[in-house]
């Protein structure tokens, strides 16, 4: 049996991609096998999603022709090594593992080895996602234009140099987590001034995802949509003056500074 996809550690984010994959009808299941650290993860995503799936990396990697890496920054080297002497310069290697390089990846992979760092999101799983890639030394075009078939479908793709990618993990990889918090602050607000908890869900969420598709579908600064929504001694600049009074801004800048600079050390000094 040959695989268009091996993915190695199908935990939380490798789930979530293969599931966006199969509802997008962008794989099938027999095109994927998945490989994870314990049997009974592996019984899930068998009778969840179909794929096929095996607890030896090796034997996962020799019939694929695209290996993407979904285990945790510590691992990945391991990983790596553990599968480099199935590699052949033929295949693919895609990595979605934070903080991890090309550089250091390709030197784990072997030499020849193509590989590309992708930095999903959740969203993914409902093809609202953001996905950035960056080329290593041995991808030619051919395997970034694969590499953005694949993520496409699951949401928005850029290409980036790769000395963006810890700031994207930062910002687009961690964000979600940000706005949960902001989706069920303002939900508890909705609470707080009486509102049934599943309305002010359904209000806060709606809110977000149509202020982001002003911002998106606009292009213009979020600045200007901010002002079309403030009339002058209206409600909304005192829900405002409250924002700033509370800090919001400059806190979520500082999340994703700090969670860009966690990304930065998550694999630690190189061997
Ligand atoms: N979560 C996100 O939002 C997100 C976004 C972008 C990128 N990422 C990246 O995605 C990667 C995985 O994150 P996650 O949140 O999905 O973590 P996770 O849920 O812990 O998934 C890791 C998976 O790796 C498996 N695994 C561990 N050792 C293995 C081995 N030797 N061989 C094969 N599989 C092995 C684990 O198997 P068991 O389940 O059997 O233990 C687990 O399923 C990380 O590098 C992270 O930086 C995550």
């Not at 999903?120 to 078939?149: C, I, K």
Request: net charge negative.
């Amino acid at each position: 049996m040959s695989y268009e996809v091996a993915v190695l550690g199908a935990g939380k984010m490798g789930g979530t991609l293969i599931r966006g994959w199969l509802d997008g009808g962008v794989l099938e299941p027999q095109q994927i096998v998945a490989t994870a650290a314990h049997r009974s993860r592996l019984d899930l995503l068998e009778q969840e999603l179909g794929v096929a799936v095996e607890l030896d990396n090796p034997t996962a990697v020799r019939e694929a022709s695209t290996v993407l890496l979904c285990v945790k920054p510590y691992q990945a080297a391991e990983v790596l090594s553990e599968v480099r002497d199935v590699l052949h310069a033929d295949q693919l290697v895609v990595s979605i593992v934070a903080s991890a390089t090309t550089a250091r990846l390709e030197a784990s992979a072997g030499d020849g080895v193509p590989v590309i760092r992708v930095m999903p999101n959740t969203p993914s799983l409902v093809n609202a996602g953001m996905s950035v890639l960056s080329a290593g030394r041995w991808a030619s075009e051919a395997h970034m234009d694969l590499v953005e078939t694949l993520f496409r479908p699951l949401g928005r793709v850029q290409r980036l140099d790769e000395h963006h990618m810890d700031a994207v993990t930062g910002l687009s990889a961690s964000g979600p987590a940000f706005i949960y918090v902001v989706i069920e602050s303002l939900a508890e607000g909705g609470v707080k001034a009486g509102l049934p908890r599943s309305v002010a869900t359904e209000l806060a969420a709606q809110t977000v995802l149509g202020a982001a598709q002003m911002v998106l579908e606009t292009g213009q600064h979020p600045a200007l949509l901010k002002d079309a929504v403030t009339t002058p001694a209206g409600c909304t600049v005192d829900g405002l003056l409250t924002l700033e009074e509370g800090g919001l801004r400059v806190t979520l800048i500082k999340a994703v500074m700090e969670a860009t600079r966690r990304a930065r050390e998550l694999i630690g000094p190189p061997d």
